[in-house]
């Protein structure tokens, strides 16, 4: 029997919908948190266990969510799974996609080295240079974590004494300042969910009444479409730019219709996307897992 681990921050709805789709494709299913990764070195092996599970041995590992931790642990973490990939376990997704996209820089400049629109954006540490950024970009900037998700934690600002406030606030406790150009968009952008060489589904997020965000998390609300080819090249392209196999790619149209790349998250979620679309999304992931091990 095909054995399958995900490696995991808690055991909520995403695991249960795994469970059930592991149930229904006759997989073993072993989802794991993060904090009881286990690594050994010496008597000639290198080993990755947790729960008394060899990790080297498993058909597949998929990174159902990275939680936080301190900067030891993550790195501990990335070093398993560098490991597990290096030792020809098959790992959703790859380590380097999963460092790449949690680090919303660095996706961003993979893409735009691709040839891939993406909205104007300075990045750095200091306030003033965040305030000049602030300027340049015509005074209509959205303000994010470096690293997040969900749409949590994103402030737009507009004046500038709010400007100044927010980046010296940063600034004082240690923060990178991660500032974009507000795009004036329809208040909708699109969730692409990219499955290995293909796009699996599709959803239009609305933002709530009153706010700008489309995050389903945060109140958005979402419907299935038919993606176009160009959508789909788009999600495809800035997928394969971060080296992700499994993505949810995030497309926001602007006032021009013209699309832009604002994120690429290699540990997506599916609800919402299920919901919308009926596609059984767990039982997707699970089989293209189960055959990267061929």
Same mark, same amino acid.
């Given at each position: 029997?095909?054995?399958?681990?995900?490696?995991?921050?808690?055991?909520?709805?995403?695991?249960?919908?795994?469970?059930?789709?592991?149930?229904?494709?006759?997989?073993?299913?072993?989802?794991?948190?993060?904090?009881?990764?286990?690594?050994?070195?010496?008597?000639?092996?290198?080993?990755?266990?947790?729960?008394?599970?060899?990790?080297?041995?498993?058909?597949?590992?998929?990174?159902?969510?990275?939680?936080?931790?301190?900067?030891?642990?993550?790195?501990?973490?990335?070093?398993?799974?560098?490991?597990?990939?290096?030792?020809?376990?098959?790992?959703?997704?790859?380590?380097?996609?999963?460092?790449?996209?949690?680090?919303?820089?660095?996706?961003?400049?993979?893409?735009?080295?691709?040839?891939?629109?993406?909205?104007?954006?300075?990045?750095?540490?200091?306030?003033?240079?965040?305030?000049?950024?602030?300027?340049?970009?015509?005074?209509?900037?959205?303000?994010?974590?470096?690293?997040?998700?969900?749409? /949590?934690?994103? $402030?737009? %600002?507009?004046?500038?004494?709010? =400007?100044? #406030?927010?980046?010296?606030?940063? @600034? +004082?406790?240690?923060?990178?300042?991660?500032?974009?150009?507000?795009?004036?968009?329809?208040?909708?952008?699109?969730?692409?969910?990219?499955?290995?060489?293909?796009?699996?589904?599709?959803?239009?997020?609305?933002?709530?009444?009153?706010?700008? /965000?489309?995050? $389903?998390? %945060?109140?958005?609300?979402?419907? =299935?479409? #038919?993606?176009?080819?160009?959508? @789909? +090249?788009?999600?495809?392209?800035?997928?394969?730019?971060?080296?992700?196999?499994?993505?949810?790619?995030?497309?926001?149209?602007?006032?021009?219709?013209?699309?832009?790349?604002?994120?690429?998250?290699?540990?997506?979620?599916?609800?919402?996307?299920?919901?919308?679309?009926? %596609?059984?999304?767990?039982?997707?992931?699970?089989?293209?897992?189960?055959?990267?091990? +061929?």
């Amino acid at each position: 029997m095909t054995h399958l681990a995900a490696l995991v921050s808690g055991f909520g709805w995403h695991v249960q919908d795994l469970r059930r789709a592991a149930d229904g494709l006759g997989i073993r299913f072993s989802p794991i948190p993060f904090s009881q990764l286990i690594g050994r070195v010496g008597a000639g092996r290198v080993a990755i266990e947790a729960r008394g599970i060899p990790l080297t041995e498993v058909d597949g590992v998929l990174v159902r969510m990275m939680p936080p931790g301190s900067l030891e642990q993550v790195v501990f973490r990335m070093d398993a799974l560098h490991r597990l990939a290096a030792q020809g376990v098959p790992v959703m997704n790859p380590p380097g996609a999963i460092e790449a996209s949690v680090d919303k820089y660095l996706t961003l400049a993979r893409i735009e080295a691709d040839g891939l629109p993406v909205p104007a954006t300075w990045v750095g540490e200091s306030a003033s240079g965040a305030m000049d950024a602030f300027e340049s970009l015509g005074r209509d900037v959205v303000v994010k974590p470096l690293f997040g998700s969900e749409g /949590r934690g994103l $402030v737009r %600002v507009t004046e500038f004494e709010v =400007a100044r #406030r927010v980046f010296h606030a940063l @600034e +004082r406790v240690g923060a990178v300042l991660y500032v974009q150009q507000f795009i004036p968009h329809m208040g909708h952008d699109f969730r692409v969910f990219v499955l290995g060489n293909r796009v699996l589904g599709a959803i239009r997020r609305h933002a709530p009444a009153g706010d700008w /965000r489309t995050n $389903v998390a %945060v109140g958005g609300r979402a419907e =299935a479409i #038919r993606s176009n080819p160009g959508m @789909e +090249r788009l999600a495809l392209r800035a997928a394969k730019a971060v080296g992700a196999t499994m993505a949810g790619v995030d497309l926001l149209p602007g006032d021009d219709g013209h699309l832009v790349v604002l994120e690429v998250n290699a540990v997506p979620g599916w609800k919402a996307l299920s919901a919308a679309t009926g %596609v059984d999304v767990a039982s997707e992931i699970l089989a293209e897992l189960r055959g990267a091990r +061929r």
